[in-house]
């Protein structure tokens, strides 16, 4: 079981995506788990076979227990390896025993039988109704039996669909989260956050007159499908900015810092109901701004859903959130650890601003870095803020 | 098109944008952003949904005719 997130002590496991005997590549997700954030898809990380899952359904697992065993490519099958998938965990060698998690007898068998057609029976006997994540959790919410729906997906999977016939009264609470166990998760993070980390803030008021201008000229020729929002400006200019403030992205652990391997901001997402969770948008400062917008619909689509991935958990290096349309005009953030900084924009508002000494109303938003005292200081931290406005000012580099 | 047909439309459309607010607590007048607690992606997922739905192009100098369920309805009706 992987760790998502510095607070997560364990997660439950939810649904297998695969058997044994299947050929894994990288990035394919392998096993849906039940965390405090919602529904968390875990991915592998190695091209691999699988040999046996060791996890049961619907155990709770704790973070390092052993949820599968799983030959990597070039490995004898007597070399299996048994894998947390994230990066973080380096997959461990399980020998002689997985020690965490407590097997069942059924599991144990499959796990002796390798790739013979009884392992696989074993695991098909599980009784378990395939479907997908936003299925489940849309089930659990209406305390519909998943058993009783018939599937239209892949293998008679249950879809979102599929529901629809069965989910005449609407859901009211919040979709794939628990929210007073977000609330606590959400509520240890920052007071780590506020005890080991001494913040330092800066703010700075940035004219949007040019980069909504340019995106309202971009978005008259598009498409409604195609069109950019303000917000995808904004997380490209944060991801270029930071390309020449390295120490703001990245990680303080042991006492030392350690740089991003990639600018891979996360974005907060406010769920409603209550709750908040930073999905990573991978290599922002490499991507287009259709590719930024394509993969922010994607992630706010998910987070809401209940359908992250766990490297979307773990990636981030820096976070921004932006307040949107409705929010106050400046937000002071609180850093995620281990991350060492993170950016906050306000809302968009009219204000009289000075151009060539004539003062002109126009768009007007907050921008705030909250950053680690550990790692860098206001010097540098100001630097960002003012390539950040630079590069508002010069929408047509982004 | 009436309010009714609208709003059966644009419930529709929030089934797959936002399954978890209830368009029956927002009044014809109301702004559906402020109602339901819908961001600029959420609104912006609507807009195409409605698009899509009615055939019609919606360029973005229309979207506050779009804030309300009746600006939609009158919006939609020609």
């Known amino acids: ?398 | 098109m009436n309010e009714q047909q609208i709003r059966a439309m644009v419930a529709d459309a929030l089934a797959g944008i936002a399954p978890e607010v209830d368009l029956d607590t927002a009044g014809a007048d109301q702004d559906l952003r402020q109602a339901l607690d819908l961001d600029s992606m959420d609104f912006l997922n609507l807009v195409i949904a409605l698009s899509q739905r009615t055939g019609r192009a919606v360029p973005e100098a229309d979207y506050p005719r779009l804030f309300t369920l009746a600006g939609m309805a009158a919006y939609f009706a020609h």
Request: charged content about 20%; glycine content about 10%; cysteine-free.
């Open chain 1, 1 to 398: 079981m992987p760790s998502l997130g510095p607070d997560m002590e364990s997660a439950r496991v939810i649904e297998w995506l695969v058997k044994p005997g299947d050929t894994l590549h990288r990035g394919d997700v392998i096993v849906v788990v039940e965390t405090d954030k919602g529904a968390i898809e875990i991915e592998v990380f190695e091209d691999a076979v699988v040999e046996a899952l060791i996890a049961p359904l619907d155990a709770e697992l704790v973070v390092g227990a052993v949820m599968a065993r799983l030959r990597v490519a070039g490995e004898s099958g007597t070399d299996a390896r048994a894998v947390a998938a994230t990066e973080r965990v380096e997959p461990t060698v399980s020998s002689p025993a997985p020690a965490v998690a407590p097997a069942p007898p059924s599991a144990v068998i499959a796990q002796d039988s390798v790739g013979t057609p009884a392992a696989s029976s074993a695991v098909a006997s599980a009784g378990h109704r395939r479907a997908s994540p936003a299925a489940r959790k849309r089930a659990a919410g209406l305390g519909v039996d998943l058993a009783g729906v018939s599937g239209s997906g892949p293998g008679g999977a249950v879809l979102l669909a599929d529901l629809a016939a069965v989910s005449a009264p609407r859901v009211k609470r919040a979709g794939g989260f628990d929210a007073a166990a977000m609330r606590r998760v959400i509520g240890a993070a920052m007071a780590r956050s506020k005890r080991e980390i001494p913040h330092y803030y800066l703010g700075q008021k940035i004219s949007m007159a040019s980069a909504l201008r340019w995106l309202r000229q971009a978005n008259e020729s598009r498409t409604v499908e195609a069109r950019l929002l303000p917000a995808v400006l904004l997380l490209r200019a944060v991801g270029l900015a930071l390309r020449r403030t390295p120490t703001l992205n990245g990680f303080y652990e042991n006492g030392a810092f350690r740089a991003g391997d990639g600018i891979h901001i996360g974005w907060a997402v406010a769920l409603r109901g209550g709750g908040l969770v930073a999905p990573a948008i991978h290599d922002v400062d490499k991507k287009s701004l259709d590719e930024l917008m394509t993969g922010l619909r994607d992630v706010v689509m998910r987070a809401r859903g209940g359908a992250l991935r766990g490297s979307e958990l773990v990636d981030a290096t820096v976070t921004v959130t932006s307040l949107g349309e409705r929010g106050a005009d400046t937000v002071l953030p609180i850093i995620h650890p281990p991350q060492v900084a993170m950016i906050g924009f306000g809302r968009v508002v009219e204000r009289p601003w000075a151009v060539a000494g004539q003062v002109e109303v126009q768009p007007v938003i907050g921008v705030s870095l909250a950053a680690d005292h550990r790692v860098s200081d206001g010097h540098l931290g100001s630097q960002l803020l003012a390539d950040i406005e630079r590069l508002l000012n010069a929408p047509e580099t982004l």
